[in-house]
């Protein structure tokens, strides 16, 4: 009898279980298994194990037989590849991955509705340096190449991908499009089905089971070009030809999964490239430090765009002063004169006004006047957050609600504090000053369907919206011609952030939020309302200076041995019991990785173990342990000695993030 080694749909990090089979098998089938007293999915790895020295030291009776082959179901070679890599450099079982990222196989999936092309001649013609941008691109079609396009918001990245996808689909080959947002779909849709002649399929979270099912079947069949632009997961679409990828916003954290296999889709996109030999085209306002200093390396294609399309010119940026306030301005806080007077002039010359804010709800806390009593998340270390039309208290990291108490529990006082805003408040306070204006918000608050989502998208491009405030969902890739102001509030929250990419991540949402201002326009305007104006990020964004960003920050990363001068590891730990976990991460876990660094890893440093920034969440404590190294592999192979070494404890579970986003 046959044996194979199959990568099963169970958490325990290994190279595959050993079966065996009869009849033919190929590398990459899927296979339903017998796993303990049930069944499970797997795919073929290995279809010749009869030799190794696993099945030799196996007792025969303990190796089982395959129940069944899954039909019409196989992936091909580079896909493996891909996920054979991923689950060794994110250190997560490669069974699970792979089921993980595929989608449910179904036997009668329903047709697919997908947007056909028109494939209308251009309307503009490429500018000198998008013309020469596109000129150096196109020289790379065909073969592994990686390009990064940084260009100011408003400078015509749009025009490159479309003239690159147009070249691709008219070869033959296809095209996948990643988006940071499900919000930024029906915008690229609509210009793309304009000029392509080509169908175009989106994939995202709100499709079903049976749609998704449908447009991987497609992709693996596909012979003539297409469209396939989705979010983080369509990485994992097998276009059968295909022929460039393009990742739109490539610094958004958006593309970083937090949960399962932390993978970031703009690396696992890099790797797909190299593996499928077809180049990848990567843009953005704003890049991430790591790819904006890995492409200032020599021989990297590294292409500039440094001012605005057409008659447009970036948006002057003003600071406002939110610190004298007077008695009088307690009807319109969180708001100041000067920015309530300039909304008033925008929408007195039939302007939209974009107000963003980066947080939900109606007020961060509620407090009690008498006793200073604060409603905690009972599964959670953290306040319950405030929802005025809801008239409840929630908390933004498990499903907990209650009702909005009428007096204080400890006291009985009946006047309650509102600390902070969001959203909710801020679209109170506008309506109250302007009620004839027609008001509403973009968050995901308001906006929970993909329906929902177009249709306010639509209203605003329509004009039947005056005034939108929105959350970070404003802030990414759209084109709102009737917007020339924007207000932005609460900045100064995240500029306090303890995290090391705090810097970078306000001067890319100021950068993102204040380009939505006079795209198609000469006199845009942004003002940040502020507590901090004599902060030094705030002038660097006054001067669209990304270069005096970019080289500022890049000292501070060097003094505290941080990305790109340093490669990052977590390891987390987690458990229902907060003196286990402590114990056992302090005395064990840290002991050991110290031990091992001593001993084989002189290149990697730890901090640790330390409790979260938010210790508990959704009744699990969790603490960390952050490891950083020059050398990647020594980096990789502690990790693998801690994976081999460790004494599991049966309430405490860990988690490895390569390359975290953020260290809390």
Not at 106 to 132: I, M
Not at 202 to 210: G, P
């Amino acid at each position: 009898m046959k044996v194979a080694r199959i990568a099963v749909n169970y958490p325990q990090k290994n190279s595959g279980l050993l079966y065996h089979y009869e009849g033919d098998l190929e590398r990459g089938q899927v296979v339903e298994v017998p796993l303990g007293k049930r069944s499970e999915l797997g795919c073929v790895v290995s279809i010749d194990e009869s030799k190794s020295k696993e099945y030799a030291d196996t007792p025969v009776d303990k190796i089982k037989l395959i129940k069944d082959i899954v039909p019409d179901w196989k992936l091909g070679e580079a896909e493996l590849q891909l996920y054979e890599w991923m689950s060794q450099y994110y250190h997560y079982s490669l069974g699970q991955l792979i089921f993980d990222c595929l989608p449910h196989h179904l036997k009668r999936p329903r047709e697919l509705e997908k947007t056909l092309g028109e494939g209308h001649p251009l309307e503009f013609v490429p500018n000198p340096t998008q013309k020469s941008i596109i000129e150096a691109i196109r020289e790379g079609l065909g073969g592994f190449k990686r390009s990064l396009v940084h260009g100011v918001t408003g400078s015509g990245k749009t025009v490159v991908y479309l003239d690159l996808i147009k070249s691709t689909i008219e070869s033959g080959k296809s095209v996948l499009f990643l988006l940071p947002e499900i919000n930024l779909t029906p915008q690229f849709v609509h210009t793309f089905a304009k000029y392509l002649d080509a169908p175009i399929f989106s994939y995202h979270s709100e499709l079903s089971d049976s749609q998704k099912y449908q447009i991987w079947k497609e992709a693996r069949a596909m012979k003539k070009g297409a469209l396939i632009l989705g979010v983080r997961s369509s990485i994992f679409i097998p276009v059968s030809n295909l022929g460039l990828i393009i990742i739109d916003e490539e610094h958004d954290t958006s593309f970083k999964q937090d949960d399962r296999c932390p993978y970031n889709a703009r690396d696992v996109a890099s790797k797909k490239a190299q593996l499928l030999n077809v180049p990848i085209v990567m843009g953005s306002a704003t890049p991430s430090l790591e790819t904006y200093n890995a492409f200032h390396q020599p021989k990297q294609n590294l292409f500039e765009m440094k001012e605005r399309a057409g008659d447009a010119f970036l948006p002057e940026i003003r600071l406002i002063d939110a610190r004298d306030k007077s008695d009088k301005e307690e009807d319109i806080w969180p708001l100041v004169p000067q920015s309530i007077e300039a909304i008033k002039e925008a929408l007195g010359r039939k302007e939209q006004v974009l107000v963003f804010v980066n947080r939900l709800g109606f007020a961060n806390y509620i407090q009690c006047r008498g006793c200073g009593h604060q409603f905690n998340c009972p599964n959670c270390a953290i306040t319950l957050r405030y929802y005025k039309r809801k008239n409840q208290l929630a908390c933004h990291h498990c499903e907990y609600k209650e009702p909005m108490p009428t007096q204080c529990p400890s006291c009985g006082c009946l006047t309650m504090s509102h600390k902070g805003f969001g959203t909710e408040k801020i679209e109170e306070v506008l309506k109250r000053i302007f009620p004839d204006k027609a008001i509403e918000r973009f968050d995901r608050d308001e906006i929970k369907t993909f329906k929902q989502l177009e249709e306010r998208l639509g209203d605003f491009h329509a004009g039947k919206i005056d005034l939108m405030v929105g959350t970070q969902m404003l802030s990414k890739g759209h084109n709102f011609e009737k917007v020339k102001l924007v207000l932005i509030l609460g900045i100064d929250n995240q500029l306090n952030f303890p995290d090391f990419r705090s810097n970078e991540r306000v001067y890319q949402t100021l950068t993102q939020v204040a380009g939505r201002a006079g795209r198609y326009s000469q006199d845009g305007k942004v003002l940040i309302q502020t507590l901090n104006p004599e902060n030094s990020l705030f002038q660097i964004v006054k001067n669209h200076d990304f270069h005096q960003f970019y080289q500022d920050e890049l000292k501070i990363r060097e003094l505290c041995d941080c990305p790109p001068f340093k490669r990052l590891a977590m390891i987390h730990f987690s458990s229902r019991f907060q003196d286990k976990l402590i114990a056992h991460v302090s005395e064990h876990v840290g002991t050991m990785i110290k031990g091992l660094i001593a001993q084989h890893f002189p290149e990697v440093s730890i901090l640790g173990p330390r409790p979260a920034n938010i210790e508990k969440k959704a009744n699990q404590f969790t603490w960390s342990i952050l490891l950083k190294s020059k050398d990647l592999a020594q980096l990789h192979n502690l990790l693998k000695s801690f994976e081999m070494n460790y004494k599991s404890m049966s309430s405490v579970s860990y988690k490895i993030d390569i390359d975290p986003y953020t260290l809390m």
